[in-house]
């Protein structure tokens, strides 16, 4: 367990570390007040839900250690979270170059309400984790799991997915940026193609997936998809 949490701790560092550089080496300033902003809210978030759940749910924190391109065991979910990665920074990227040359100012408010909907995207992910403890950083099975239906798997079928496109949509404009949105929908896109290639997955390898599809018809929204 205190391995577990030296582990999950020096990540999350590692990750605000990286995250700093490509918010604030692009955009060349530290007065970058939108940037500060979101990168707080963004180890706010992670510190709250890694010391939940490593006190709650220490399998999960594990299964989550396992992730990127070469945790994955499926070629496609390979290319799909390469991809992602590459999307995932140039949002970042994008929108910091946006701010330092004033390509697509944002209103101050406009900031505000995104950090919210980041911090919206955030609750939601906390709420999926806490329904399921299998929710995995990589497409896999883990023994003894079953199919979840129950909480915010009562209205969509991939909560956790619907959640982090919240966060990624808003980011953009969080960080004073317009055309962040650009590689936003790349990575939106990115995505949707991970979430249907696992829906095959699950299918075949989850015992009652295919029975809860026919029940919870939405994949990401109610009513709309």
């Known amino acids: 367990m205190e391995n577990l949490a030296k582990r ?44 939940y759940f490593l006190r709650h749910d220490p399998a999960l924190i594990e299964r989550r250690m396992k992730a990127g391109p070469g945790a994955e065991r499926r070629p496609s979910q390979k290319l799909i979270q390469a991809l992602a990665g590459v999307a995932a920074c140039a949002v970042i990227v994008g929108s910091a170059l946006d701010h330092l040359l004033g390509w697509s100012p944002v209103p101050p408010s406009l900031v505000i309400g995104a950090d919210v909907l980041v911090i ?53 404009i969080a960080l004073g940026s317009c055309w962040g949105l650009v590689p936003a929908g790349f990575l939106a896109g990115a995505i949707v193609w991970r979430l249907l290639d696992e829906e095959d997955y699950l299918d075949h390898d989850l015992p009652g997936y295919d029975e809860y599809r026919r029940q919870v018809r939405w994949r990401l929204v109610p009513w709309l998809w």
């Not at 999350?12 to 604030?24: G, N, P, Y």
């Not at 199919?147 to 991939?158: I, K, M, N, S």
């Open 8 to 51: 999950a701790v020096i990540g999350l560092l590692r990750f605000q570390l990286v995250l700093a550089v490509l918010i604030f080496v692009p955009a060349w300033s530290l007065t970058y007040w939108q940037g500060w902003l979101y990168w707080f809210i963004l180890l706010a978030a992670h510190l709250v839900i890694t010391l």
């Open 120 to 172: 919206l995207g955030y609750m939601i992910v906390f709420l999926v984790f806490r329904e399921n403890s299998f929710t995995s950083a990589i497409i896999e099975v883990g023994a003894g799991q079953q199919v979840v239906t129950t909480g915010p798997y009562a209205l969509v079928r991939h909560p956790m997915y619907a959640g982090a496109l919240l966060g990624i949509l808003a980011t953009p």
